[in-house]
């Protein structure tokens, strides 16, 4: 894509609709599969992949983590556009490898407009696709292919559990006023098998995944980014915390859950949600100054986070202009035996938050 069209499509994104738009009834309760796929009439929309992979003889030994990201938003275009090539709907998409072997992270980014086999998001169930980048339901779980330069990774992902429907129902508060929430539901301990090729070399892998769907039409309110994990523990349980600040540091909001195997899956008010950082990693590429360690107090207990690898800096200013932080991270318990692996996302942080604004 050249940079002029790329300009013409970052100045379409509807910042406007995530900060202040009326307020929308949700469309409850959420139905599947039907919910599994796209909702074109919504203001953004994304799905949201990351997991931990490792070498099947030593499960509990993580080499790598991964993201894969789409995001939906009406293009420019009005939706009954003649044209089969009018930009009715955008697509972007967010790739990351982190080698915790090599202390490195690699990310690629994707802008198009969205067009049908190549660049869109299907209505009626998951399947998702910018080029080969390919996300899609299958049976219990789903499959997914990505690349960027130097690798190449597809997953199988299955799971024999239910959604988890974050907040109420699946509708999810971010804030104070009526019209600040989205729907929203997560797959937790997606069990992976993965193939990673390199260097055309082929490793078998396996791990645990999470994926997030989520969609809305207004979300932050007054602020100005969010603190995000989920996390997958070992012992089968699944954990949710999040946290959107304000632009002089304060919180506005919070919440969470946790999946207990066997029981009902638990919702947590902002006032059962703590989340401080400890320790700060300063980007050598931007100056920006991340907070990589946390200690956390929810209904789960009194734990801490640390991010396995401090370099997992997101520069995604080729698609939706934006800097952020996402990375896998190791959970522990109050005796620092660690209990869990998964994703931490932190966003805000280097200028204004990017385009999966639900966090």
């Known amino acids: 894509m050249t940079l002029q069209r790329r300009?013409?499509?970052?100045?379409?994104?509807?910042?406007?609709?995530?900060a202040g738009a009326a307020p929308t009834t949700p469309s409850l309760p959420l139905r599947f599969p039907a919910d599994y796929g796209a909702h074109p009439a919504q203001a953004i929309e994304w799905w949201y992949l990351t997991g931990w992979l490792a070498d099947p003889a030593a499960p509990q030994q993580p080499l790598f983590g991964y993201q894969l990201t789409f995001f939906r938003l009406p293009g420019p275009a009005p939706a009954g556009h003649a044209s089969a090539l009018a930009a009715r709907q955008l697509m972007?998409?967010?790739?990351?490898?982190?080698?915790?072997?090599?202390?490195?992270?690699?990310?690629?980014?994707?802008?198009?407009?969205?067009?049908?086999?190549?660049?869109?998001?299907?209505?009626g169930d998951c399947r998702v696709r910018l080029r080969d980048w390919t996300l899609s339901r299958r049976g219990n779980g789903y499959v997914a292919a990505f690349n960027a330069e130097g690798w190449a990774l597809s997953l199988q992902l299955d799971t024999p559990d239910a959604p988890l429907l974050?907040?109420?129902?699946?509708?999810?508060?971010?804030?104070?006023?009526?019209?600040?929430?989205?729907?929203?539901?997560?797959?937790?301990?997606?069990?992976?098998?993965?193939?990673?090729t390199r260097a055309g070399q082929a490793l078998t892998l396996?791990?645990?995944?999470?994926?997030?769907?989520?969609?809305?039409?207004?979300?932050?309110?007054?602020?100005?980014?969010?603190d995000w994990l989920g996390i997958n523990l070992h012992d089968g349980r699944a954990l949710t915390l999040f946290q959107l600040r304000r632009a002089d540091g304060g919180?506005?909001?919070?919440?969470?859950?946790?999946?207990?195997?066997?029981?009902?899956?638990?919702?947590?008010?902002?006032?059962?949600?703590l989340m401080q950082p400890t320790r700060h990693w300063t980007s050598p590429a931007t100056g920006t100054r991340?907070?990589?360690?946390?200690?956390?107090?929810?209904?789960?207990?009194?734990?801490?986070?640390?991010?396995?690898?401090?370099?997992?800096?997101?520069?995604?200013?080729?698609?939706?202009?934006?800097?952020?932080?996402?990375?896998?991270?190791?959970?522990?318990?109050a005796?620092?035996?660690?209990?869990?692996?998964?994703?931490?996302?932190?966003t805000g942080y280097a200028g204004k938050p990017p385009l999966d604004a639900g966090r």
């Open 7 to 18: 300009t013409l499509l970052l100045a379409a994104l509807p910042w406007p609709a995530l």
């Open 92 to 123: 972007l998409g967010h790739v990351a490898l982190s080698d915790l072997r090599a202390g490195r992270q690699r990310h690629d980014q994707r802008l198009m407009r969205a067009l049908p086999g190549v660049a869109e998001a299907a209505e």
């Open 166 to 196: 974050q907040g109420e129902q699946g509708h999810s508060r971010k804030g104070p006023a009526p019209g600040q929430f989205s729907l929203y539901y997560s797959r937790p301990q997606l069990q992976t098998q993965a193939t990673l």
């Open 206 to 226: 396996s791990g645990r995944s999470w994926l997030d769907h989520e969609w809305s039409d207004n979300l932050l309110g007054q602020a100005v980014g969010w």
């Open 251 to 273: 919180r506005s909001f919070a919440g969470g859950s946790l999946r207990m195997p066997g029981q009902p899956d638990r919702s947590f008010a902002p006032d059962e949600v």
């Open 290 to 333: 991340w907070p990589v360690a946390w200690t956390l107090q929810s209904p789960a207990g009194a734990l801490t986070l640390e991010a396995c690898l401090d370099a997992q800096e997101i520069d995604a200013r080729g698609s939706s202009g934006l800097v952020y932080w996402e990375g896998l991270a190791r959970l522990r318990d």
């Open 335 to 346: 005796a620092g035996r660690e209990i869990g692996l998964g994703y931490l996302e932190l």
